[in-house]
């Protein structure tokens, strides 16, 4: 065996050693929670006459909050990040909860863990309607 062969085959059978280990670092799903930006000082309005939020059980994602509307006619507002891997978290109605389509991570209405892999909660914020413009405020 000459040298170009030798460090051939002690090449590829470190790749061979190392493959498996990188893969699982990119497809892990351990609890390494994320620190996603948190929306900070919230201030916007939203017009409901129209859209997801005129209908109970209606939710959209704005400013990287999502405002729901339950089917009682109340709104919530939360992060919309997942604090596992930040991925964007849906509105589940039946339940008047939240929940991240990536790992299935749910959260309370008020953004508190209710199953992992996430172990934070999401950041809440305020909610008041008037007339038809809801306002979502820190």
Request: charged letters at 10%.
């Amino acid at each position: 065996m000459d040298r170009k062969e030798f460090l051939s085959q002690v090449g590829f059978g470190a790749a061979a050693l190392l493959l498996p280990a990188c893969i699982s670092t990119l497809t892990s799903c351990s609890s390494n929670d994320v620190s996603p930006t948190t929306p900070t000082n919230v201030d916007f309005t939203i017009d409901i006459s129209s859209g997801p939020l005129a209908t109970n059980g209606g939710f959209l994602v704005n400013n990287r909050i999502i405002v729901a509307r339950t089917t009682a006619g109340g709104f919530l507002a939360v992060s919309a990040i997942c604090t596992h891997e930040g991925t964007t978290i849906q509105y589940q109605s039946g339940s008047n909860n939240f929940r991240c389509p990536n790992h299935g991570a749910t959260f309370s209405s008020t953004g508190q863990v209710t199953n992992g892999p996430a172990n934070r909660p999401l950041t809440q914020y305020k909610t008041e309607l008037t007339g038809t413009s809801l306002r979502v405020f820190s």
